[in-house]
């Protein structure tokens, strides 16, 4: 047996035993190892690739050929255990691994909103699909917005329903604090032609003592339609969708005459008790009714302030006071909650985002 | 207006029961808010006859009187004068008055088996000053609830300021009878006059026909004034006022039942016996009722007699010619005053009475004769006496007003046909006179309605009593497509933006006091000051939205809030031009921390941690309503106001300053008890309305970008805004983004300078860029930020 018969006997038999090695290795060390020593370049498969060239050419060919399927039968063997082992491995750490997903991640931190800007978006929401625009006036109005042209001339004894803050600017009384939005009614008809379909959400102040029920600055959103033949049951109407769509399908209106000096016939509207539907409660005071709006049909004297004819037009207007039916639909019991700006007020509402 | 329902169903024959005629009430426009029971907690209450009374032996103010209450006898003790024989409620041990339970108990040594009651015991008014008598002829030992009218129910009503006819028990009665069928019953005017002649007794002046268009006076001779009978003082303490004597009580007696205040005079101690009605003279005062004495306004009506004024007309009397036990002769005064006038004064002398509320709002004018002659047949009554013959009278009634109604507009008013006869029925029974002409109504309005002089007025009558519930609803056809305006818009894209950048909402008192602005370090002078503030710290217009949020932000601290982040949208006010400038603002405040999670999944470890809110907090709030509105905006100089010096700046929007963002002043954040590095931002609404908000689509590259990374040194005062811009405005042919990642101080960084470190992407829109044009874009970078003193660092 010549040298080199003898070396690829050797190399046949280790390499036969590390395919049996690598078949129970139980490590990729132990894998890694098993390659370092039968493929690396100093292996005696190397030495057996080196030592081809010393043989003739029809030995050579046929001796390579059986080195390389050696080769490659202990690669695959290497390369499949490998797989395996890492398989294995990967399904280990798995099982291992844990996460608790109850508490907080990363989120992008979203504002809350606030009840006086959530129901202003609600309402506004409301009336655009019933086909109505939004109209703004000054905080600052003057006497004749606020109370003159809404057929409340000097010493009307009405004016003394609204308690009124005055600016320290001369002439005395000449500029307040608007009590009500009714004075926008005045100026979207002043700045236009009918058919007038507006609302008028703002800001409004009255000269009144805080306590749970009164602050001296909320909000309201006032309401005018005005066209050739408006009647009270459009008032109606509206009203009651309104009061469908905010308080939910099962509240009911209540119309009540009242008095308002800018309409006529004037109503007082009612809702079914939030708390109780109408049972009576402590919400509604045993009533089983709460008191949400003012509204009625435009007083012929506002017509006539803004040029308009009255025997011409009619109209309906409303008002309603937002943080009220805000307190209402979300149960907030005392209205100066809605002003210190606490970030827990918010947090214990949690108002779904816009 | 408080209706004590035994009083009401004298004038009006009604079946319904209390509570459908309270509903029904309130649906016409007299909201019944509540119906009480006065009486509904005595228990064990009791008629009993004071048979005698005798001093308490231990105290000096207290009597011992022997009760008898039919069913037995016992001792109680008094702390009030009785008369012996009186029939009183008495209130047994065991039973309870309307302030608490009664046991039998010792009072200074004497035993008292019960309690004799005052009013205010007996639940029908405040007084706790004399214990009542009760009619002579009630059965001893029953139940006062039952035989004394303590336990009749009361309906508050709420009387809208149009109907001065329902501050009344009659006209509430009208009501009543229109709404349930009921029937108003007819009401006693008769007097028995005697022989004595009014017009001789004393002397009627009118100087001031416009202030007093009608004056009507009785005279009544020979009064012994004393106490009114029970049921006078029941119900007088049941409408809420208070008996006084027999007289006086006889007046408010009608003021109550007919709505018509009057005023009984001594008239013996009316000077020359004159009464005139004029305005008040400079320098004169009128000592009144109510024991204090006022200056008098030329503009105030008055009642003088030939010395002195001796009444203000229609609000109150005077102290000096008023009824008392002395008084042997009366004079009756039922008057008619303009509401104006009246008004004028109460508001003047800050003096709203029952009297002032009802002339204010308008009396009726026909109603003087009668509420005379019942004020004089209830003083007969009570007090004796003779009513002299005839009346003085200056003034007549104006004649009544007409209106015409158009069925036709009626009906498309209501959106529903109306019977013509129907409404015709029910206006006549409010008492209106109605008349069918062809196509409409002729309708004369009564006296007492001074809220009816339109069309719209008798429309409002007629869907009054049909009941607006009853009317039918539709929802009014198109007639536009509803959408918000320009700021509409903006104003909800901020909003929307604002809450998603992670700020809460909060709305803030427009009101703030002068002291706080100061604190501010801001110029109170151009603020706007309230003329009647509620307080000194709600007595000045906010200049700006940020100066009452920075103090919502304060009380948050306070309360240890952790993460502060608010804002506001609402209107700021200036003083201008003489008026008053109001603008939109959205403000926001940034304090406190935010909370970081850091997890690392190897490890399985997780942790939150919190770090302070700043002023990049506020920077990238503000870029992402800019980026919400899709606003081009650009840096200005430093803020000022509130915000740090060095640390905050003004952004320009439309070539106008539209805000601020920055850190707050350290001073203020000190004194608001904010967090260090606590941050603010201001934007006005005006300039970003002005700014163009065109969308304009660039197609998207579709060849990847190069990236590569320049680190320079710069001289201190080159912001990033700045080097950006240069370094971007010097590359042409490609388009590229800069992202800022690191900016460092220190060593080796050279004293005074700083150094930056970017990312640059950039593109071209043909191709991938090779890495000669990548070498030419660097270099061209490198040039640019030369130009401002900055130097590639090494």
Sequence with gaps: ?354 | MRIPWDWLVEHVRVSAPLARVAEALTSAGLEVERVEYPGSSLSRVVVARVAEVERHPRAENLFVCRVDWGEGEGKVVVGAPVRPGQLSALALPGGATALGPVEAKEVRGVLSQGMLLAPDELGIGDDHSYIPELPGDLPLGADVREVAGVGVPVLEVDVTPNRPDCLSIRGVAREVAVLLDGELLPLSLEVPEGEAEAEKAAALEVLDSEGCPQYVARVVEGVGVGQAPWHTARRLYLVGMRPVNNVVDATNYVLAELGHPLHPFDLDRVAGRRVIVRRARAGETLLCLDGVERRLHPDDLVIADEERPIALAGVMGGEETGVGVWTRRVLLESAWFDPRTIGRTARRHSLRTEASLRFERGADPEVLEAAAARASSFILAWAGGKVARGLLRAGQPPARRRVQVDLGRISRLLGEEVDPDWAAGRLGKLGFGVQRRDSGLDVEVPPYRPDVSLEADIVEEIARVVGYDRLPSRIPPACQAGALDERGLLRRRLRRAALASGLDETFTSSFTSAVWLEQLGLEASSAVRLANPLSEEESVLRPSVLVTLLLAASRNMERRRERVALFELGRAFRRADGGVQEEEELAAVFSGGEEELHWDPGREEWHLSSRPLDLYDAAGAFRTLMAGLGVEFRWAGPAGGVFHPGRARAVVVAGEEAGQVGELHPRLVKQLGLSPGASALRLRLDPLLKAATQVQYTPAPRFPPVRFDLSFLLPEAVEWDQLSRELAGAVQGYEVRLHAWDLYRGPPVPEGEKSITLTVEAWSRERTLTSEEEASIRSTMIEAAARLGGRLRA
């Excluded at chain 1, 001369?170 to 500029?175: A, E, K, M, Y």
């Excluded at chain 1, 007020?345 to 108002?351: G, V, Y």
């Design chain 1, 1 to 354: 047996m010549s040298q080199a018969e003898r070396l690829f006997e050797e190399v046949e038999r280790s390499l036969g035993e590390a395919l049996e090695a690598a078949r129970k290795a139980s490590s990729l060390e132990e894998l890694e190892a098993l390659a370092q020593l039968h493929l690396g370049r100093k292996s005696l498969l190397a030495k057996a690739f080196k030592s081809l060239g010393s043989l003739p050419e029809e030995e050579r060919k046929r001796a390579g050929l059986r080195l390389n399927a050696l080769r490659e039968e202990l690669r695959s063997e290497l390369e499949g255990r490998r797989a395996l082992l890492e398989a294995e491995a990967e399904a280990r750490r798995i099982t291992r691994e844990r996460a608790d997903l109850t508490l907080p991640g990363r989120w992008p931190k979203v504002g809350r909103a606030h009840p006086i800007g959530a129901v202003l978006e609600e309402i506004t929401e409301f009336f655009l699909g019933l086909g109505f625009r939004v109209a703004e006036g000054p905080e600052v109005e003057l006497d004749w917005y606020n109370f003159e042209a809404l057929n409340m001339p000097p010493e009307h004894p009405a004016r003394s329903l609204w308690d009124t803050f005055y600016l320290e600017i001369d002439p005395p009384g000449s500029l307040l604090m608007r009590t009500h939005t009714s004075p926008v009614q005045i100026r979207v008809m002043e700045s236009g032609r009918p058919p007038v379909r507006v609302i008028a959400p703002g800001r409004t102040y009255r000269h009144d003592t805080p306590d749970a029920s009164h602050s001296p600055v909320f909000h309201q959103v006032e309401g005018l339609v005005v066209d050739r033949s408006v009647s009270f049951a459009d008032l109606k109407g509206t009203v009651e969708e309104f009061v469908r769509a905010f308080f939910g399908k099962g509240a009911r209106a209540r119309f009540r005459a009242s008095y308002f000096p800018f309409t006529e016939p004037s109503a007082e509207v009612d809702v079914s008790c939030v708390a109780c539907r109408g049972e009576g409660c402590r919400t509604c005071g045993q009533k089983g009714w709460l008191e949400i709006m003012g509204a009625g049909m435009v007083h012929p004297a506002v017509f006539e302030a803004v040029g308009y004819d009255p025997s011409e037009v009619s109209g309906f207007a409303f008002g309603m006071g937002v943080e009220r039916i805000a307190m209402l639909k979300y149960g907030v019991d005392d209205i100066r909650a809605f002003y210190e700006g606490d970030v827990e007020f918010l947090e214990r509402l949690r108002l779904p985002a816009p």
